[in-house]
């Protein structure tokens, strides 16, 4: 019988991986899909500790292309002036929207959260897997389980199908444990990051500015 993947304690399963990690007394290489610089933020602090890091920045949901470039430019930013204990690189990914929308068409009414959601950490996290393999990494991994919106769970079940694909290990997370996403909020302070008010994509931000208009609405 399969294990329910979204009752598995993925932090717990992230402190086994370090602790082995750590008693190996060697320094694996990790390529770390990144979605913003606030959310990479915490990330890097913690993960710096333990592996050399390439930070691969792959998100063709991104709309417009000014919010696209605008996020680029923090996240490199970010990698110049956050303090760690291996140096992080930056590979960036290309800009392909049209990628993103073949594969929204026909969920785009669907709920922030849901199938579409799901269908964008695939088409993210596949990518990543696929450079992983090619550039010989070690293990691959994203943050966007740090952010309270996103489903840890189905993000783990995704990257461990992507794992048995490419024959890359998948590093299991849910940074949004340990007040890893308090932390986050913390960094951007003090760092003055950028920090978006929707997730990324066309669809996401149009929920966003009907709720205030709603709200304006009512005030």
Not at 34 to 51: G, M
Not at 53 to 82: G, H
Not at 175 to 182: H, M, N, T, V
Not at 204 to 211: A, H, T
Request: aromatic share 14%; proline share 4%; glycine share 6%.
């Amino acid at each position: 019988m399969q294990k329910d993947l979204t009752k598995v304690n993925y932090q717990r399963v992230l402190d086994g991986t370090l602790k082995q990690i750590t008693e190996n007394g060697k320094t694996p290489s990790l390529l770390l899909h990144a979605c913003c610089a606030p959310c990479s933020s915490y990330v890097l602090e913690y993960l710096s500790k333990y592996f050399n890091i390439t930070v691969f920045y792959y998100n063709p949901n991104i709309f417009p292309k000014e919010e696209y470039e605008k996020r680029v430019a923090e996240i490199a930013r970010l990698i110049e002036e956050i303090p760690v204990v291996y140096p992080v690189k930056l590979l960036w990914g290309d800009y392909d929207p049209e990628r993103f929308f073949a594969m929204a068409k026909g969920m785009e009414e669907l709920p922030e959260g849901g199938e579409r959601c799901f269908a964008c950490y695939r088409l993210r996290l596949s990518l990543a897997a696929k450079k992983a393999k090619e550039c010989g990494f070690d293990y691959f991994t994203t943050t966007l389980s740090i952010s309270p919106l996103k489903n840890a769970g189905k993000l783990n079940e995704i990257g461990r199908e992507l794992s048995d694909t490419y024959k890359v290990a998948y590093l299991y997370s849910d940074f949004k444990k340990k007040g890893g996403y308090q932390r986050s909020i913390e960094l951007s302070r003090e760092f003055h990051l950028y920090r978006q008010n929707y997730c990324g994509c066309i669809y996401s931000r149009r929920k966003e500015n009907c709720e205030e208009i709603t709200k304006n609405s009512k005030e």
